[in-house]
């Protein structure tokens, strides 16, 4: 035999590429494999125990079937593209999740799946039950709510809720994020696997969940209704509506069900009931339904058996495990509150280190403005000190200059007294001289008269004279001697007549004295007017000193005091110093005049 005969053929191959829900991955497939051969592969692949909920789907025309595990792959009607593409879901539906899906995986798959069948609306979920499973969802993708991380906005890129929600009311993107975003802090310490969880149990209690609908007709008359299949039975229902059954078959009232061609026959355990038929029109989905209805059958009747040792080991191991994560979750959530506790102790140290630096630095600031305001306080005080001296000195001075002020004052009071007494006595005197000057008028007219009388009497004398020397002249010229000068003329008179002589020697003496009298009264006038000059220049220096005197006085007392008042002029200075001046000065012009 020769080498080449020894090799052994290699097995034809084809690829073939199963979607999960959160995976895609790709096989090489031998051609004899069986569709269990393939399934196992994907349950290996993926880590699944619980295999008996899911299976292969594939798309043939318009409707989709399920891959069988006792048939070769490539002679079921697979696509023949390259690579075979598959859909790895759940095909059967638990009655209670908590209590029959035990790993977590199955939970994880059974969660991605319901919840994309709940956003494309192929179950029906109202407003508020989108919300709360959309804060389930929330919590188990992102973990617990930190508002110092999760800001507004960070649900922008997620799907959440359906779109027939969405338009079901006038509310924009931020306002359902607010809604969910509520509900999401609630949830607070509730780990991934347990959110999912959560989220599933609110899932099995909507009317669509885990239902699958098909067209049939009741009879040949083509009565349009829906057939659905779950884990519950079968359910019977109008066409408008997939929410509530018209007539229902639940497992444990059904003794059999058979098909022949088109014909589906529900036989119900009590042989009194009536046996229902209906028909659907396309052979491929009536198998699909018969392979439904048997698959939920055994799984309604495997729940209600002891579970299997497989089972119970693995739920031994689910609780195990369970229980081994709940002590890591409770040991990591005291770590992380033991840390978080750190960190707030370290925030809040360094919060009071902060703070009491600032004490510090303030304390610094507000000791070295108490040290400048001490400085400052001392200096003020010095200046203080000496400005309360200089005010002493000042107040001293005061003190001497009012008691000096008030020795002038006297003083000048007693030199007012001797002065109003002077221009008493003045006036007095200017009186008297009034009235000399009167009695000397009178006198001098009465000397005029008479002077006037006596130059009359003259007159008529040397007119009698002359009257007298041209009768005598004859005789006189004959024994007189030559006639003397002019000058001699008053010596003539001398030798007349002693009458004559006698008349003319006396009023010449009156002339003279009267003359006398009178220079005599002018030089007392002159005099007197003199006196009155100065005593009125006196009296004026006197009011000025005594106005300069009070000005000052009351400036110094107002200094002392801290205060300055301005210079008041006492009005009765005035009064006792003008009115005798004024007399006087009238009195006086009366006098000249």
Not at 35 to 46: A, E, I, Y
Not at 140 to 145: H, L, Q, S, W
Not at 529 to 556: F, G, H, N, R, T
Not at 562 to 582: A, T
Request: charged share 35%; with cysteine; aromatic share 8%.
């Amino acid at each position: 035999m020769s080498i080449l005969g020894l090799k052994k053929k290699q097995p034809k191959t084809f690829k073939v590429k199963v979607i999960t829900m959160d995976a895609e991955m790709e096989f090489s497939c031998e051609v004899k494999w069986k569709g269990k051969d393939l399934f196992d592969l994907v349950c290996r692949t993926v880590g699944l125990r619980e295999t008996w909920f899911f299976g292969l789907r594939y798309t043939v025309k318009d409707t989709y079937a399920w891959l069988k595990p006792e048939k070769q792959v490539l002679d079921q009607e697979v696509p023949k593209d390259s690579p075979i593409t598959f859909h790895f879901l759940a095909k059967f539906f638990p009655e209670k999740v908590e209590e029959e899906l035990v790993q977590e995986i199955t939970q994880h798959l059974f969660f991605l799946q319901v919840k994309k069948q709940i956003l494309d609306e192929e179950i029906f979920c109202s407003p508020e039950a989108s919300v709360l499973l959309a804060s389930y969802a929330v919590q188990a993708k992102y973990g617990d709510y930190d508002p110092n991380f999760h800001k507004p906005g960070f649900l922008a890129q997620d799907e959440l809720l359906p779109k027939r929600v969405l338009m079901q009311y006038q509310m924009t993107a931020d306002m359902w994020e607010e809604k969910i975003t509520a509900w999401y802090a609630e949830h607070r310490g509730i780990a991934r696997d347990e959110a999912e969880m959560e989220y599933l149990k609110i899932a099995q209690d909507l009317e669509m969940y885990g239902v699958s609908y098909f067209n049939i007709t009741q009879n040949k008359k083509d009565t349009d209704l829906l057939l659905g299949v779950d884990a519950q039975g079968l359910h019977i229902y109008s066409p408008n509506s997939k929410l509530n059954p018209n007539k229902s078959f639940p497992w444990s009232d059904i003794r059999n069900i058979s098909y022949s061609e088109k014909e589906f026959t529900i036989k119900p355990l009590d042989k009194k009931k009536d046996v229902f038929k209906f028909y659907s029109s396309q052979l491929r989905v009536n198998k699909l339904i018969l392979q439904l209805c048997i698959g939920n059958h055994d799984l309604f009747m495997r729940r209600r058996k002891v579970d299997s040792i497989e089972v119970q080991q693995m739920k031994a191991q689910a609780k195990e495990e369970k229980a081994r994560k709940k002590m890591e979750r409770q040991i990591l959530a005291r770590e992380k509150q033991m840390r978080e506790e750190a960190e707030r102790a370290k925030e809040e140290m360094e919060r009071r280190l902060f703070q009491l630096q600032d004490e510090a630095r303030l304390a610094n600031e507000a000791l070295l403005r108490s040290e400048e305001t001490a400085d400052l306080l001392a200096e003020k005080a010095q200046i203080a000190e000496e400005e309360a001296k200089l005010l002493a000195h000042k107040a001293a001075e005061a003190e001497q200059e009012r008691q000096r002020l008030e020795v002038t004052a006297m003083k000048t009071k007693e030199e007012k007294r001797l002065m109003e007494q002077k221009m008493r006595e003045a006036e007095q005197l200017a009186v008297k001289l009034v009235e000399q000057s009167e009695r000397r008028l009178k006198e001098a007219d009465h000397l005029k008269q008479d002077l006037t009388e006596a130059k009359d009497a003259e007159r008529r004398a040397k007119q009698k004279l002359l009257e007298i020397t041209k009768t005598t002249y004859p005789l006189i010229a004959a024994y007189s001697p030559p006639p003397a000068p002019p000058e001699a003329s008053d010596s003539s008179y001398e030798s007349m007549p002693s009458r004559l002589d006698f008349k003319d020697s006396d009023m010449k003496r009156l002339s003279m004295e009267i003359e006398r009298e009178r220079l005599e009264y002018m030089e007392k006038s002159k005099h007197l007017q003199d006196q009155l000059k100065e005593l009125k220049s006196e009296i004026e220096s006197l009011k000025l000193e005594e106005q300069q005197q009070q000005a000052s006085v009351y400036s110094l007392h107002s200094e002392a005091r801290g205060y300055v008042q301005e210079p008041v002029y006492l009005p009765h200075s005035n009064v006792r110093m003008d009115k005798p001046s004024i007399v006087l000065s009238y009195r006086l012009s009366a006098v000249m005049n």
